[in-house]
């Protein structure tokens, strides 16, 4: 069974800075062989693509918005993905969700199998 858990979420002023971690777990989850994304949801919204990594880390992808602001890496052998969130709008505050994908490098949430519970970001003017 598969467990991504998030974690560093917070509260913080408008252009501050979070990191968030993601670890993975599970018998049957090879992470260093999965694409890891981020994503999204503010309250009565859609869920948003926000960045995503291949498994090695060679390639990344961000939302425009996102672009020069965050950051995604990982660590394959701490099974952990991160979000550098810097110069942070009102406008992020969302739960963010971390997801896993043995498809490629895809930006659709449709194509991630593993999902994380959440984790709050609360950005305040």
């Known amino acids: 069974q598969v467990q991504l858990v998030e974690s560093g979420g917070g509260l913080v002023q408008a252009g501050g800075s979070l990191r968030l971690s993601c670890t993975a777990s599970?018998?049957?989850?090879?992470?260093?062989?999965?694409?890891m994304g981020w994503f999204r949801q503010a309250p009565g919204k859609e869920k948003e693509f926000v960045a995503v990594?291949?498994?090695?880390?060679?390639?990344?992808y961000y939302a425009d918005s996102m672009k020069g602001r965050f950051t995604i890496s990982r660590d394959n052998a701490k099974n952990t993905v991160y979000l550098q969130m810097n110069n942070l709008k009102p406008e992020d505050t969302a739960v963010y969700y971390c997801?896993?994908?043995?498809?490629?490098?895809?930006?659709?949430?449709?194509?991630?199998?593993?999902w994380g519970q959440g984790t709050q970001v609360t950005v305040s003017s």
């Open positions: 997801a896993g994908s043995r498809i490629g490098v895809p930006r659709d949430p449709a194509d991630f199998g593993s």
């Open positions: 599970g018998r049957t989850f090879i992470f260093s062989r999965t694409a």
């Open positions: 990594i291949n498994w090695t880390g060679s390639t990344t």
